[in-house]
């Protein structure tokens, strides 16, 4: 697979939801610990009706239609996780202004989006130990990839994506929650990565299990 069309967005949902799915309980687990416990839930209940979402919006330009996919994302979980990635999808979709279709070179394109969102909803930055290190550092590494490797393939460079999420969960084990019920446990936050950062993680692997899959 070297592009996802407008017509699979749907299925592409699929796959992230299917992941967060898979993890709701390890997310609402981790969450207990320093946040209100229903991260997974939100999150499951979000991804889990983006598909439908999908197909129920009559849109034709890719842009928009990732764009208006976010938007109702924040209606349908209006938690502030729901909000969080509701306004990251809806800044993805304005960064892809102009493409008819996920290629390889979209993704950082995505995800750097996705991370403008987050930052412009959620005030935060990278090394605040929020969602925003895992997808900033997948965005980075996907550019990076890209640079390095001329004529790189989308399943490379949502693998690359993938690594670097994972090195952006690890790295908030030695963040301090600023944020939230988190900072009020900063404490005991030490040596344990951060629920929204892993969040982050599952959503990078839903969308690389469905390039790898098709």
């Given at each position: 697979?070297?592009?996802?069309?407008?017509?699979?967005?749907?299925?592409?949902?699929?796959?992230?939801?299917d992941q967060f799915a898979k993890n709701a309980d390890i997310l609402c687990q981790m969450d207990s610990r320093m946040g209100d416990g229903d991260l997974g839930l939100t999150m499951k209940k979000g991804f889990g009706g983006l598909p439908a979402i999908f197909r129920r919006i009559n849109e034709t330009d890719l842009a928009k239609k990732i764009q208006y996919a976010g938007i109702e994302l924040t209606d349908l979980v209006p938690s502030t996780m729901g909000m969080l990635m509701g306004t990251g999808i809806s800044y993805a979709g304005k960064a892809l202004s102009g493409k008819t279709e996920l290629d390889a070179q979209s993704i950082p394109l995505f995800l750097h989006g996705f991370c403008e969102g987050i930052i412009?909803?959620?005030?935060?930055?990278?090394?605040?130990?929020?969602?925003?290190?895992s997808l900033?550092?997948?965005?980075?590494?996907?550019?990076?990839?890209?640079?390095?490797?001329?004529?790189?393939?989308?399943?490379?460079?949502?693998?690359?994506?993938?690594?670097?999420?994972?090195?952006?969960?690890?790295?908030t084990k030695t963040m301090k929650p600023k944020f939230g019920k988190a900072a009020v446990y900063a404490?005991?936050?030490?040596?344990?990565?951060?629920?929204?950062?892993?969040?982050?993680?599952?959503?990078?692997?839903?969308?690389?299990?469905?390039?790898?899959?098709?």
């Open positions: 697979m070297e592009k996802i069309t407008i017509e699979q967005l749907p299925q592409l949902f699929e796959a992230i939801a412009k909803r959620g005030k935060c930055h990278r090394g605040d130990r929020t969602v925003l290190d900033g550092q997948a965005a980075d590494e996907s550019k990076k990839y890209i640079s390095e490797k001329l004529g790189a393939s989308l399943k490379e460079v949502c693998l690359a994506a993938l690594e670097g999420a994972k090195k952006g969960v690890e790295a404490n005991i936050a030490e040596g344990i990565a951060d629920q929204g950062a892993v969040a982050g993680l599952v959503m990078i692997q839903g969308i690389t299990d469905y390039v790898l899959m098709n």
